[in-house]
DNA sequence: AATCACAATGAATCCAGGT
DNA sequence: AACCTGGATTCATTGTGAT
């Protein structure tokens, strides 16, 4: 059962008994220092991301994007961000075993400074992984590209970091014998995994899915093993790693984040030993955008289509999209217009001239898709 | 038809058809101080990597690998690859125009560096993009995951960069009417578009696809623009460039690099200039006031507005506000108020009656713009 | 009971042009 | 430069309540 240790009740070199399996409560600096040197298997570490925010953002039904204003992700300059994130990248450092892993996970605002501390620092990097999101918040104002990954870096703790865990056997076994690539696909943590506070609404506002905690410890941890997590808030790092039969350590700073995820993790009932084999994330049908026709060469700017019966002649042009006198849009677009419908199908609707004989479109993206499934989607 | 400028031959300050279209031989920083300040619209840059191999790699099968050990990709210590960096990126700085943007291409290896090193000297990170490799290398040791994407920064130059080019709805039609992502899939350069040497090898270590270049132009930039490649290579900037109805600007080292890439530019047909349209929303339409359309007679004074379900009716005045009741202002403002929202699109919320149904007032938006295009705006 | 319509929401550096 | 205002903009999933 876990339990919460005050730092201040640890006045001797803490046993490992103490605080094994437990939540730290305090500062991430100061009870990374209390901890003993090269104890720690494995870390996984969410930082504040340092967003910058400016103002309000509503959705196009004017509703209100709930963002992440909390204090604990707010600094004063860049310079500030990088003396908190190396302050607690040498602590970490201190308390990993000489061939343990380091993940860090971030997103644009913060991932650039985080990795380049954490060369400097001497932490060797193994891997840049990407979590992919199947489900991530649109871009509401459509001024750039949607934010649809989080970065996370994997590192040794030193250049010479030999023998690190790293299951790739276990990994490819699961992954249709085909080796883990550096890029994974999950769904961000909702419904019934979101821990929900009194109101109904999100306990902790960055609570990430246990399926990555997951993937990570299958992949860089032994069953038994210690993994530490200095920003440990709604606990998936303990609930997944109870699961899996591994140790945890947690720290974190507020008493309803505590309370929250030992209750969480007490509920966690772990596997068999025997059943602790990978879990597979899901496997996306791969979609296909007509723009990737165009980049793969299979239709050239200026080539024309037609629907199945030649009524109407459609040109593609180069970003994307087909016009037809001053009417330009998507080919379903086009194609609802032509035939005076809501909704169309331009796949199916629209033809390519060869040998002759009209095919359909559709055919191309079944060609294009072939390359892609590898890389699943 | 490209050529090449060597540095020596600029003796005065150049005229943009001094290097317009063309390679600029020499040092990436030298070439870049020779140019215009606030000359290019957009920066694409693939810059070396800082690769750190250990002794040679080898596949199971013993073969060796060809690993990027030119060397020009050899640096020192961090120290050194962050001068440089900071040395590039400032001078690239000052070629761009202030509502430009720029690209910059790497792994982890150097991504990092590169990101923190462009925040600090005041970039503005928009995206950061990832290419997913269909088709990656393997890891052939198995020590790690597949190395299967590469990361891009999408920065403007300041934080107050506004009115950069993002052809959104170009990219959401090209891609079944949902907003573009930011993760994207291609192959890796290779078969016929990668650029061959005498003895058949890879001409460029790290020749990118044309695609890849291809979806960067297509989304910021328009036909015409200026698109600055301080890593030339092989050319594929200038080639897609060209293609696209783009111009370009390479700077180049390597005799032998630059004149593949001119052979490989000169190659490039255009496409037709009709083809190349941009497809853009109702953004970029010209501005209508409210009170032309009563100034055309498309809208009395008096008429009545409802919202869609007929909740409301509004009073058209002759000032062009409408009225409920007390309230009065523009079509927006008094949306708003009545819904109880901070803002309200006036021209989709505001319906005028007619043959019985509802037609929102935005329809006599466009016929309004349609008699403006007649007169010449 | 099954289906459908609608609402809610997630780590967000999310406007442009004029006065 | 600061301020004001017109008006443009969303995808996948879950939960709820009506049909």
Redesign the pocket.
Known sequence: MSAVRLLDELSHAPQQSEWLDTILKGDCVAALDRLPEKSIDVIFA?????????????????????????D??QFES?EAYDAFTRAWLLAARRVLKPNGTIWV??????IFRVGAKMQDLGFWILNDVVWR????????????F??AH?TMIWASRDQKGKGYTFNYEALKASNDDIQMRSDWLF??????E?LKNDN???L?????PEALLARIMMASTKPGDVVLDP?F?SGTTGAVAKRLGRHFVGIEREQAYIDAANERIDAVRPFDEADLTVLTG?R?EP?VAFVSLIDTGLVTPGATLYDAKKRWAAKVRADGTVAIGDSAGSIHKIGAEVQGLDACNGWTFWHYERSGGLTPIDELRRIARLGMERAGG
């Open positions: 969410d930082p504040p991301y340092n967003l910058q925010l400016d103002g309000d953002l509503h959705r196009p039904d004017q509703s209100k994007v709930d963002a992440v204003d909390d604990w992700d860049f996970i971030g997103s644009y605002h913060n999101k199947t489900n991530p918040m649109p871009n509401f104002r459509g001024r750039r949607q934010n989080e769904p961000i943590c909702t419904g019934g979101r109904g609404d999100k902790h506002p960055t609570q990430k920003f808030g899901k996306a979609r």
